[in-house]
């Protein structure tokens, strides 16, 4: 059992994390159970003759029923043999600990009751009490039972074709967490009223099947029935997942994954995929795809499949191209799937409009006019709204809401001052944060929330999944709850004071300059924690995000700097006689355009690939601020 938990040291690409769980596992076998539980000596079932295993295939079989008796169980149970329960179980920590492999551990329709769920780990699995844990082994079995109130329902860390099987977890912090894990099924079980359903974070080549995932609570970010991280090949099907308070299906990185025949009803919202065309949301072999309780498409023909796709939430457009059209509508099919989908036909580039913050002033052209208008506006900070071509100024308390598009203008003044503005990403409201409180305005009601907050922002990034804003500081990077009345329940830290900030499109990386240092740390959104490091020839003073989240580029006192984000390579770089002081890219990925200050008061117009120059539009005074509106 040693060698295979510490296996889990060095895999994965979260070693802490996979460490922090094999650790805890080579305590209990070695020490005397987690912690919380008594150093008296732990009961230990000890090896008896087992039943005969089926040779393994990629994914887990179910395994035979353990031809051995029933028998009574106490806490903290360290198995190494099949084990068959004849009582429930009320524990202050873990109930059973397996440290063999081909081991089942059949409940026999009894509860595992813990000491209640514990306090918010997230990233990190919560593990001060489990109902039941197993790392670093194959061909483990746990079924037939009821585990609740536990940190973590079932944990699998580091393990291989293993099975989770008619188990009910309810009311624990997490439901089951699959954890590095490869080759695992889970079926015929019932995930309810946790913080966390079923989590598999880092794990591939796995198989839901057949599971209720339904009714999680909410303790931001928890509330969904199934939640995917850097978890690719998996396959989930015939699962209904129903009332989550949360996200129903929350992908984040995970590819190669199929989902179909599932009944998805009532999320808030039913779900989310970060990665474009990543994932197939359909069987491709019968074209069958799931049922949404929101969608109202119809059936033309008869075929049980609605004629219009349904949209994934996410920023590249993904769709089930093949949803049903009743639940379960995959048990009533007669007929082969009429095919009407079409892809999407390629989006023609936008038009492009800069916004400049010259002298004060807001300014406004074409990149191709060779000139900048003014708008009549006055700003210190500007955003843009969620549609690309709203203009939010914000000069001391005077917000200003602007359609680029059509010059409709209103303003109104805010509690906030000395603030920063920016575009929630539900599209109708303004966020302004200031050193002394924060703000939002509903740009349809016209309602306004004020909230408390203390710290000094530097820039914005509005969360893409949550109701919530990212905000650099000089500590870290604050989560502002705006559905937790302001509260600030955690701050990312960074290698140092955060400068200048940049998020990418699918909102899932957020790029911050350390001040003072040649360095950008990488912050996943989803994790709460800094996941890479991109050294730069000196300190940062702005950076911009590709549409296509595969190029940073980087402002410094030198110049640009364009870095592959795939191998964090430069690709290309530029200088110029002015000082740079802002970058915007445009929507079309095509050029990147740099407001230069001082000795060169203008706006260069580049070739994003290249960086070679395309033209110049001066300026009348050094700007302060860029932005690449489009419609």
């Known amino acids: 059992m040693r060698v295979r938990a510490l296996r889990a040291l060095n895999r994965g690409p979260y070693p802490w994390a996979v460490s ?39 994914n887990a079989t179910s395994a035979p029923s353990p031809r051995v008796p029933a028998r009574e169980a106490k806490c903290n149970t360290q198995l190494t043999t099949d084990f068959v329960l004849a009582n429930d179980l009320t524990c202050t920590g873990d109930a059973f600990v397996i440290h063999v492999d081909n081991v089942v551990l059949d409940l026999n329709g009894h509860t595992l009751t813990g000491p209640g769920m514990g306090p918010q780990t997230w990233p990190n699995p919560q593990l001060d009490s489990v109902g039941v844990r197993v790392g670093g082994h194959t061909g483990v079995t746990v079924r ?56 598999l974070q880092d794990s591939s080549n796995n198989v839901v099947q057949h599971n209720d995932l339904n009714r999680q609570t909410y303790n931001s970010p928890g509330g969904y029935g199934i939640y995917l991280y850097r978890s690719d090949g998996n396959k ?22 199929t989902i179909f025949h599932n009944n998805v009803k009532d999320n808030h919202p039913q779900v989310s995929d970060n990665n474009p065309d990543a994932n197939q949301w359909f069987d491709p072999a019968t074209k069958e795809g799931n049922w949404w309780s929101d969608y109202s498409g119809k059936d033309g023909d008869g075929d049980s499949i609605g004629d219009t796709p349904y949209p994934i939430l996410g920023p590249g457009g993904v769709v089930d191209a093949y ?48 000139a900048l208008s003014s708008v009549a506006v006055s700003a210190r900070s500007v955003a843009l709204g969620t549609d690309g071509h709203t203009l939010l100024a914000l000069d001391g308390r005077e917000l200003t809401v ?7 203008r209103d303003t109104r003044t805010v509690q906030i001052d000395d603030g920063i503005v920016a575009a929630n990403r539900d599209g109708h409201s303004v966020l302004v944060v200031g050193p002394r409180g924060a703000e939002q305005y509903d740009m349809t009601t016209g309602q306004a929330e004020f909230f408390v907050y203390n710290s000094r922002p530097s820039e914005l990034a509005p969360s893409y999944k949550h109701n919530h804003i990212f905000v650099s500081t000089s500590r870290g990077i604050d989560l502002l709850y705006l559905n937790l009345g302001g509260r600030t329940p955690y701050t990312i830290p960074l290698d140092g004071p955060a400068g200048a900030m940049s998020m990418n499109g699918s909102g899932t ?63 290309a770089t530029a200088t110029f006689l002015g000082s740079v002081a802002d970058i915007a890219i445009s929507p079309n990925a095509d050029q990147l355009y740099v407001a230069l200050a001082g000795q060169q008061r203008a706006i260069a117009v580049l070739d994003a690939a290249t960086l070679r120059s395309i033209d110049v539009i001066p300026l009348q005074a050094d700007p302060t601020h860029l932005l690449a509106a489009s419609y």
């Not at 209904?240 to 990185?253: K, L, P």
């Not at 003073?541 to 030198?558: H, I, Q």
Request: net charge neutral.
């Open 20 to 58: 922090i769980a094999a650790l805890a596992v080579l305590a209990t076998a070695c020490a005397g159970g987690p912690a919380g539980t008594p150093s008296s000596p732990l009961p230990t079932v000890a090896l008896e003759s087992q039943t005969a295993r089926p040779t393994a295939s990629p």
């Open 323 to 370: 949803p049903f059209v009743a639940r379960d509508g995959w048990k009533t099919k007669r007929r082969s799937t009429i095919d009407h989908y079409q892809p999407p036909a390629a989006r023609p580039p936008r038009e492009v409009r800069l916004v400049v913050v010259s002298g004060g002033d807001v300014q406004v052209g074409a990149p191709r006019s060779g």
């Open 144 to 199: 037939n039972g009821r585990i609740d109130s536990f940190s973590t329902g079932i944990y699998f860390v580091d393990m291989t074709r293993s099975n989770i099987e008619s188990v009910t977890s309810t009311r624990n912090r997490y439901g089951f967490y699959i954890h590095a894990s490869t080759g695992i099924t889970i079926k015929d079980s019932s995930v309810q009223a946790n913080i966390y359903g079923l989590h």
């Open 236 to 257: 989930i099907f015939e699962n209904d997942i129903d009332t989550n308070v949360n996200w129903g299906i929350w992908f984040s990185e995970a590819k190669g994954n």
């Open 402 to 408: 602007m359609d680029l598009l059509g010059g409709a």
């Open 509 to 571: 990386r957020i790029y911050t300059a350390i001040v003072g240092q040649p360095l950008v740390d990488v912050a996943d959104t989803e994790q709460y924690r800094v996941v890479d490091q991109i050294r730069i020839a000196s300190e940062a003073r702005a950076l911009a995000v590709s549409p296509k989240e595969d190029m940073l580029y980087v402002a410094t006192n030198e110049g640009v700097t364009a870095i592959d984000l795939g191998t964090k390579r430069v690709r």
